[in-house]
C-alpha cells in the first residue's frame, strides 16, 4: 500500500500563472478530500468527492479554484491565475467511505512568487 | 461553528519523560475525535481516535476525552527524538465527514 500520493512535492509559480496540482488516492477508498494548509489559518477544507462525485466544495475559494475527479485513481485541483496568498501546503487526504479515518498524503508545496 | 484550540503553542521535553497535549472544542455534540502527527514537509500520521469519554490507547499515544469538559488531551508516553513533530487535533461528529482541526502543538522532544 503506497498511500496516498500527491505531485509534485514542490511547486513554484509566477503571479498569475495556473496551477496543477494532483492526487492518487488509496486503491479501494471512494471518497477525496483536498485541504490547504498555511501558518496563519491552519489546516482548511476545501473540497470532498465521494465516488468520483462532487460532494462538498463549500471551502473552496468562488474564483480561480476548481477541483475534478475524473476517475477513481486520481483527483486534480486546479488554480488559475495563482496569487501569492495562494502560497500554502495543499494536502490530500483518502477514505474508505468518507465517513471513517482520512488517510492524508506528503503534501504539496506550492509557491507563488 | 466549531472551533478547535490546541495548547500549548510549542512544548518541549526531555526524552523519556511524559509529554501531553491539551485540545479544547466548543460544539459539545462533537463525538469523533482524532490526533495526527505532522513531521515536517510531510503528511499527517493518524495515532489515535477516541469517540467516547475515557481514554484510548494506541502503543505509547494515549487519548483522554471529556465531552463535558470539551477537553481532550494526548499523551505520549517516554518521547523520543523521532517523535519531534506538529501535533494536530481533530473534531468531528460521527457521520459528519468534515473535520475542523486545531492550529497544532509543536513538540520537540531532546535527547
Known amino acids: 500500500n503506497a498511500g496516498v500520493i500527491q505531485t509534485p512535492r514542490h511547486k513554484v509559480t509566477g503571479k498569475g500563472q495556473e496551477a496543477t496540482l494532483w492526487c492518487e488516492p488509496i486503491?479501494?477508498?471512494?471518497?477525496v478530500f483536498w485541504y490547504r494548509q498555511t501558518i496563519v489559518q491552519g489546516l482548511e477544507f476545501l473540497t470532498y468527492?465521494?465516488?468520483?462525485?462532487?460532494?462538498?466544495d463549500s471551502g473552496m475559494p468562488k474564483e480561480r479554484f476548481s477541483a475534478q475527479m475524473p476517475n477513481q485513481s486520481h483527483s486534480t485541483l486546479k488554480i488559475q491565475s495563482t496569487q501569492p496568498q495562494d502560497s500554502a501546503v495543499y494536502l490530500c487526504?483518502?477514505?474508505?467511505?468518507?465517513?471513517?479515518?482520512?488517510?492524508f498524503g506528503p503534501g504539496t508545496r506550492l509557491t507563488v512568487l | 461553528q466549531q472551533k478547535v484550540q490546541q495548547s500549548p503553542e510549542s512544548l518541549t521535553v526531555s526524552e523519556g519523560a511524559m509529554a501531553s497535549l491539551n485540545c479544547t472544542f466548543s460544539?459539545?455534540?462533537?463525538?469523533?475525535f482524532r490526533w495526527y502527527r505532522q513531521h515536517s514537509a510531510k503528511g499527517l500520521e493518524v495515532l489515535v481516535s477516541?469517540?467516547?469519554?475515557g481514554e484510548k490507547e494506541e502503543g505509547r499515544f494515549t487519548a483522554h476525552l471529556n465531552r463535558a469538559n470539551l477537553h481532550v488531551s494526548l499523551h505520549i508516553r517516554e518521547p523520543q527524538p523521532s517523535d519531534s513533530a506538529v501535533y494536530l487535533c481533530?473534531?468531528?461528529?460521527?457521520?459528519?465527514?468534515?473535520?475542523?482541526f486545531g492550529a497544532g502543538t509543536r513538540l520537540k522532544v531532546i535527547a
Open positions: 487526504a483518502s477514505s474508505l467511505d468518507g465517513l471513517g479515518g482520512q488517510y
Open positions: 486503491s479501494g477508498h471512494s471518497a
Open positions: 468527492f465521494r465516488n468520483q462525485a462532487p460532494i462538498d
Open positions: 481533530a473534531v468531528s461528529m460521527t457521520g459528519n465527514y468534515k473535520y475542523v
Open positions: 477516541i469517540f467516547s469519554d
Open positions: 460544539d459539545g455534540t462533537s463525538n469523533n
